[in-house]
Nanobody
Framework: QLQASGGGLMQAGGSLRLSCSASGRTLGTYAMGWFRQAPGQEREFVAA????????QYADSDKGRFMISRGNAKNTVYLQMNSLKPEDTAIYYC???????????????WGQGTLVTVSS
């Protein structure tokens, strides 16, 4: 089970940090990441991080503004979002997968999502 939190309403230019914890039965190592879905649009990849934290991937639109990190316990992932734009408004979903590459296109598990709204 993936539990995301940290969403909310923020003005453009502000920052938010999303958190996600994995609980329940977890076997082996796994990558974690984030997708988002804006109103009327398809879900899109945001960022992913490997089990060790040594490998990260970002969508081109987020590079330099977002940073993904992993907690020391490995079952928690964070998404620090800076310089938020109205187009970042979306439901953000926590995901997990066998690797950052596979997660980017085909996550194994999805969390319930947390809403981020950025006002202009």
């Amino acid at each position: 089970q993936l539990q995301a939190s940290g969403g909310g309403l923020m003005q453009a230019g502000g920052s938010l940090r999303l958190s996600c914890s994995a609980s329940g039965r977890t076997l082996g190592t796994y990558a974690m990441g984030w997708f988002r879905q804006a109103p009327g649009q398809e879900r899109e990849f945001v960022a992913a991080i490997s089990w060790s934290g040594g490998v990260t991937q970002y969508a081109d639109s987020d590079k330099g503004r977002f940073m993904i990190s992993r907690g020391n316990a490995k079952n928690t992932v964070y998404l620090q979002m800076n310089s938020l734009k109205p187009e970042d408004t979306a439901i953000y979903y926590c995901t997990s997968g066998s690797s950052t590459t596979t997660l980017r296109t085909r996550p194994d598990y999805w969390g319930q999502g947390t809403l981020v709204t950025v006002s202009s």
